[in-house]
């Protein structure tokens, strides 16, 4: 074949590769390892807070709402934050590193880490996302059926650009959450590409 290499030339490619980065020593690790922690406890304990704040709101809708429809979405909408959060916790919480790792098993621990908060961000739509829709889906048709006592236009209108907003707005919070996957899977590559 014309194209197979002859020993001298995977030598020269061998050769022109250059040497192979050191992975950096375990302070260093640690360090990073450390401000991956610390991002992923303020992410966690922003979702907490939020949904903290919006679990008592809508158990109060689900409590005053005059409409049986109205009280079943918020109802559904609370069922939808308490999962997300126990979810949360269980798939992307961030784990603290033990004190005596040394250079290759933290080098281990933290891509462990990196792989972890990839997958639970790769599958946000099962466990963070999904989970809600239901409770929305129910707030926009109970709000619909609100506005269709008054005219039939107004109440597919008023469907038409909440369902839209919302859709707009669950599918952008699901390409954030993509994106910053794919971000995560870029570190992992740099990670294989050094040797660690």
Request: aromatic fraction near 10%; charge should be positive; glycine fraction near 10%.
């Amino acid at each position: 074949m014309q194209n197979e290499f002859v020993p001298d030339d995977l030598c020269q490619v061998w050769q022109s590769q250059g040497p192979v980065p050191a992975p950096p020593p375990p302070e260093e690790l640690r360090r990073q390892a450390g401000r991956f922690r610390a991002q992923i406890l303020w992410r966690n304990g922003r979702e907490y807070l939020v949904s903290a704040l919006m679990v008592p709101y809508f158990v109060y809708g689900a409590w005053t709402a005059r409409a049986a429809l109205m009280q079943v979405g918020n109802g559904l909408m609370v069922a939808g934050l308490l999962y997300m959060m126990v979810q949360l916790h269980r798939r992307a919480s961030a784990a603290p590193a033990p004190a005596e790792l040394g250079g290759k098993t933290c080098a281990a621990f933290h891509r462990a880490q990196l792989e972890r908060q990839r997958d639970a961000l790769r599958g946000v739509w099962k466990w963070y996302l999904g989970p809600l829709v239901p409770g929305l889906a129910t707030i926009v048709a109970a709000g619909g059926a609100a506005a269709f006592r008054h005219s039939a236009l107004a109440g597919m209108l008023a469907i038409a650009l909440a369902g839209g907003f919302l859709a707009l707005a669950l599918w952008g919070l699901g390409r954030l959450n993509r994106n910053a996957a794919d971000r995560l899977q870029k570190q992992i590559d740099a990670w294989e590409l050094d040797g660690r």
